[in-house]
């Protein structure tokens, strides 16, 4: 097991380092002086220098991805151009937008998802089959952003239920932030929603073809408690998988739904940054993305071994 | 991902089409799919309106007996707008599955072909592309490179080479040590030869599956890269775009944005239900599972 995690650890640290690299160079070869876009047009040849040198831009490349990279170890992101503020402040000042709207899609997909997966399975060839599972294919088939406009134009334009977009802060109590939250996330759950049922539906129908299934029901358990006992927490394996991809996918989906709905968050954040080429930022924001992903691929790899021993000799 | 079925494809073109238009998924999707691709075929040569004529007079036109989907801010048809807009989000789709085959394919097959190195290095390779967010990294390409279709399908396109390249490089590890490989092996048939020959022709039903769900999420893709303004430009059309047009207009004409919208749904929703039938029919043993 050990083995296994450090293999598996050393594998997602190779891939992280190469991500680094691979974003580091990208921003590297792009056209544009970070130092003349801060000073704009008009400024002196030798002010752009003088500013290129404090910021450490005439050192040789090598140099600069490591101090950038110490940088990152230590919390140490950089600065904003733009917003001239450090970029960690940044980023936790959105996260503490997209973070909640992450969390909040993903267990309304849940809720949504297992029920409707586990209903579908034990009623498998039926009408209520069928129709649930012909909601989740046009679910899947649904762009979260186009969603996302049609219920800001029901909920916010015709019933005026809910705030079509922006975002009040988290400083005037919990309820004014989640309101503003509810339309965001139920676009972001619904597609992954869809998604989740079927895989949840189809693990589940996988469970129920194996030979200790026949065996509960057999000796005369209840159906209702052998899909409950047995087969829902063997098909929560590959479940617990999408589930984990989903988080990642969520983070990054957050871009576009926060553009729809001008939220102040991590996806707008970084919109907004690479249109106005504050590269330090976008840096920034992508490998931590990239490190959150890694992360969360080595948290399911490993949570499989502890589940199925056999896949650790892998 | 290990263990691929690949002997169950059906054994004639006759017997897939039996046993094709048996499946329900299929069907649906077959229909879907070709009514879409009909509609983008028809609009090379007509169109209910001409979209290039602005009749500022009609702007933003509820939906009527003349134009069946209203009218945009210009006064343009959308049914028409529709029609023209799926021949660009279906190009940048195909395309960049055009692109994901073609580099993943190769890589794929070379990797399970070679081993060793070869193939840790491309495992490597696709852990990397898997860890940056598809439409995190699209939207970087197309806003640095400059929005336009052809960076729109570059982007999507980096995406499916690792896509590819897994699908072929699993389903041919499950063939390279079958007896009729053994045999071409033993007759001296190179490497290459043998990938060509007999590994090939046996993973292209999965290929063709992974093709179909790869069409749906490229439209998707496409979609969300126009609806930032980062893929097709005026006075190209595609269906992001017009939701892009449609977005800041949505109070006053919400048709604007309802329809582009259904259209990307159901050509989504046939291509899905197409793969998933195809899936049915060429591997009976994930049918089962259904």
Known sequence: MIAFLLRRAGIGLLTLVLASIVVFSVMEILPGDPARLMLGMNATPEAVESLRNQMGLNQPVPIRYLDWIGGLLVGDFGRSYTYSSPVIDLIAERASVSLPLALISLALSTAIAIPVGLFAASRRGRVSDTLSMGAAQVGVAIPNFWFALILVYVFAVWLRLLPAGGFPGWGGGIWPGVRALVLPSVALALPQAAILARVTRSALLEVLGEDYIRTARAKGMPRRIVLWRHALRNAMIPVLTIMGLQFAFLLAGTIIIENVFYLPGLGRLIFQAITQRDLIVVEGVVILLVATIVLINILVDVAYAIVDPRLRAR | ?290
């Open chain 2, 1 to 290: 991902m290990s263990t691929v079925e690949v002997e169950a494809a059906p054994e004639s073109f006759g017997d897939f089409l039996r046993k094709a238009f048996a499946s329900r998924s299929f069907l649906i999707g077959f229909a879907i799919t070709l009514v879409v691709a009909a509609t983008a075929f028809v609009s090379l040569f007509w169109t209910p309106y001409d979209i290039t004529n602005l009749v500022v007079a009609d702007r933003m036109k509820p939906v009527s007996a003349e134009h069946w989907f209203g009218t945009d801010h210009f006064g343009r048809d959308i049914l028409s707008m529709i029609m023209v807009g799926s021949r660009t989000s279906i190009a940048v789709a195909i395309v960049a599955v055009v692109v994901g085959v073609g580099l993943g394919v190769p890589l794929g097959c070379w990797a399970a072909a070679r081993g060793g190195a070869v193939d840790d290095a491309l495992m490597r390779f696709n852990d990397l592309v898997f860890a940056f967010p598809a439409l995190l990294t699209a939207i970087m390409i197309t806003s640095i490179f400059g929005p336009g279709a052809v960076n729109a399908i570059i982007a999507i396109g980096i995406f499916n080479i690792p896509v590819f390249a897994r699908v072929a490089r699993a389903g041919a590890l499950a063939l390279w040590p079958r007896e009729y490989v053994l045999a071409a092996r033993a007759a001296g048939k190179n490497a290459a030869r043998i990938t060509v020959e007999h590994i090939l022709p046996n993973i292209t039903s999965m290929l063709l599956v992974q093709a179909t769900i790869q069409f749906a999420l490229g439209i998707l893709a496409e979609a969300s890269l126009s609806y930032l303004g980062l893929g097709a430009q005026p006075p190209m059309t595609s269906w992001g775009r017009m939701l892009f047009d449609a977005q800041t207009r949505m109070v006053v004409a919400p048709h604007l944005a309802l329809f582009p919208g259904m259209a990307i749904v159901v050509t989504v929703l046939g291509l899905n239900l197409l793969g998933d039938g195809l899936r049915d029919v060429l591997d009976p043993r994930l049918r089962r599972e259904r």
